[in-house]
């Protein structure tokens, strides 16, 4: 079944640490693949978005996310994380103009 | 100058009642959509519409009737509230159906309360 997954449900970090966030799909092609970020009582905003191309995209507020096709996968990292990057954040999928599909999300908690 | 605004912010109500959500967006794109956000954060598309028409039409129960006047309205119009209907609900729009430089841009959701 076509599905996209996000295997952390919660993550911590310290500010100033690194982060990775997981983001596996399953799709028979490449999909078009996307993170957004839901801040507390806020719509969702665009992180980053990959369709071709190099692997390593570049996004707002210093993410970045790399494609692995072999994995399946399109991991969201950053290098150092602020105590403002505390949210909710979403992988999602274009199947083909199907319709958008979004993981479960990974809540991001920032200790200080 | 918002880009996909929706109101109302919040929404309570009782069981039984009809209840409207309004979405516009100034963005000039086609394609616009309803989701719904449960407790659990998690986001499932109930409708799309494209130049007016609709496109998808998820399994949701027939209470729910999208209306969309215009490409940059669309609205959801909800009879016969339920518990079960509370929930965050989310309208977005594209450019375009389908591709990469479409993202979906997002409203700040309604939060309906159905007690």
């Not at chain 2, 309570?12 to 616009?32: A, F, P, Y």
Request: aromatic share 12%; proline share 5%.
């Amino acid at each position: 079944a076509q599905s996209v997954t996000q295997p952390d449900i919660h993550i911590t970090v310290s500010e100033g640490a690194s982060l990775e966030l997981r983001c596996n799909y399953s799709y028979g092609a490449t999909p078009y693949l996307f993170w957004y970020v839901q801040s507390p009582g806020q719509g969702l905003q665009l992180l980053l978005k990959y369709f071709s191309g190099d692997t390593l995209v570049q996004g707002i507020k210093g993410f970045e996310a790399e494609f692995k096709r072999s994995q399946s996968s399109f991991n969201l990292r950053k290098p150092s994380v602020h105590w403002s990057d505390a949210a909710e954040y979403f992988c999602a999928v274009d199947n083909y103009g199907q319709n958008f599909v979004f993981g479960p999300g990974t809540r991001l908690s920032v200790l200080p | 100058d918002t880009a996909v605004s929706q109101t109302p912010k919040y929404l309570v109500t009782q069981m039984g009642n009809d209840k409207s959500i309004k979405c516009e967006q100034n963005l000039g794109h086609d394609t616009m959509y309803w989701y719904k956000q449960d407790s659990k954060k998690f986001l499932k598309i109930m409708f799309s519409y494209n130049n007016k028409e609709l496109i998808i039409n998820e399994t949701v129960p027939n209470r729910f009737s999208p209306k969309s006047p215009d490409k940059a309205h669309l609205n959801l119009h909800i009879n016969s509230l339920e518990l079960g209907d509370s929930a965050v609900y989310f309208c977005a729009s594209s450019q375009v159906m389908a591709g990469a430089d479409s993202p979906l841009h997002f409203g700040n959701g309604t939060r309906l309360t159905v007690t």
